[in-house]
């Protein structure tokens, strides 16, 4: 049972770690589906930074001399397993690079209410340097959230998709 803040801050420091960790796994699989190399590209760098917001979140656990282990992220688990589905069922090309696009974007708005809640829970704690680093895994997501509507509007939602339809 969660009784005070400073549990749930933790609480949801793992549930980030988790969430995290299944995209890092994932993430191989969804670049090799990938047909646009913007997006592929793109996709890579997100593994990079899957990666690197990991260490940054076990580097807040060892401070607080904590396990980022032992958290089931199921909202993740449900977010991939339903990317998966829908490109199991969509087209090659175009098609199926919208529903990465349409599938990370969501995955991203997750990251961004995560990250977001957790570095308010940190601020109430007076715990400053997690705050920090959250702030940094925050802006990286809103900005990730950034380049894939970009390349979705800019392109392939523009173009590929509606000549894909209408062939």
């Given amino acids: 049972m969660t009784t005070n803040l400073e549990q749930l801050y933790y609480d949801q420091l793992r549930d980030l770690f988790s969430a995290k ?3 890092a796994a994932a993430l191989p699989e969804l670049v090799r589906r990938a047909s646009d190399e913007k997006l592929r590209k ?12 990991r260490i940054r979140l076990r580097e807040l656990f060892c401070q607080h001399g904590l396990n980022p282990g032992g958290e ?3 909202a993740m688990r449900g977010m991939i397993r339903e990317t998966r589905k829908r490109l199991d069922h969509a087209s090659p090309g175009s098609v199926r690079d919208a529903v990465l696009i349409a599938s990370l974007n969501r995955i991203e708005h997750y990251g961004i209410a995560a990250y977001g809640v957790a570095k308010a829970f940190a601020e109430c704690l007076d715990f400053d340097t997690d705050a920090h680093v959250l702030l940094e895994s925050l802006e990286e997501e809103s900005e990730a959230d950034d ?3 970009s390349i979705a509007v800019g392109g392939i939602f523009k173009h590929g998709i509606n000549k894909a339809a209408a062939a």
Wanted: glycine share 10%.
């Fill in 147 to 149: 380049v894939l509507t």
């Fill in 21 to 23: 960790s299944q995209l």
């Fill in 72 to 74: 089931q992220c199921e």
């Fill in 42 to 53: 793109t996709l890579s760098g997100q593994l990079g930074q899957a990666r690197e917001q």
